[in-house]
């Protein structure tokens, strides 16, 4: 937990350094590119994890990789290198990424399938945020065979759950009373 603030703390100095040198949706771009990294490479994980590795190696590492960043992102390094807090690197990228979501009026829905998500699928689901929300929307979707059927929509702190498996525990609790 007390990682996750510090991550929304230096997102937050990155996200106003950004705005004050009208570079925010290239930062976001790095952001998005530093967050796709850490997710599809184990071995940079651990590597911004590991205790045993100089944090400058760290630094010339990651200047290296992203050498085409902007010069906010590359300053989030070397403020990463003197605090010596690289773990926090993906964090502080997904941090990141939700507060200029937010800045922009953008909100993540969720929506839990059990097989990918069709274009068809996608239309409703839009035309049923579109009854409930005035923001723009993009649609992230989590494939889970264990709802068996229909989708799961979680907004921020809102849900609607139109899923076979919460029909189906419906119906055993009606049953079993």
Same mark, same amino acid.
Do not use: G, W
């Given at each position: 937990m007390a990682g996750t603030r510090a991550a929304i703390r230096y997102a937050k100095a990155i996200l106003d350094i950004a705005k004050v040198n009208n570079s925010? @949706?290239?930062?976001n771009a @790095?952001? %998005?590119a530093i967050a796709k990294a850490v997710k599809?490479?184990? =071995? /940079? &994980?651990?590597? /911004?994890?590991s205790p045993v590795v100089k944090g400058e190696i760290k630094f010339s590492?990651?200047?290296e990789i992203f050498a085409s960043a902007q010069k =906010?992102? &590359?300053g989030l390094f070397q403020l990463l290198l #003197?605090? &010596?807090?690289? =773990?926090? /690197?993906? @964090?502080?990228a997904l941090q990141f990424n939700a507060l200029y979501d937010e800045l922009n009026g953008i909100e993540v829905? &969720? !929506?839990?399938?059990? !097989?990918?998500m069709t274009a068809e699928l996608e239309t409703k689901v839009l035309a049923k945020i579109a009854s409930f929300s005035n923001k723009k929307i993009t649609i992230q979707n989590i494939v889970?065979? #264990? %709802?068996i059927g229909g989708f799961i929509l979680r907004m921020g702190d809102k849900q609607y759950n139109a899923s076979v498996a919460s029909r189906l525990q419906n119906l055993k609790r009606e049953f079993s009373n």
């Open positions: 925010v @949706d290239a930062v @790095d952001m %998005i599809e490479s184990a =071995e /940079l &994980k651990n590597f /911004l994890q590492s990651l200047n =906010e992102t &590359k #003197a605090n &010596k807090r690289f =773990e926090l /690197l993906n @964090d502080v829905a &969720k !929506v839990t399938t059990a !097989v990918p889970d065979p #264990a %709802i």
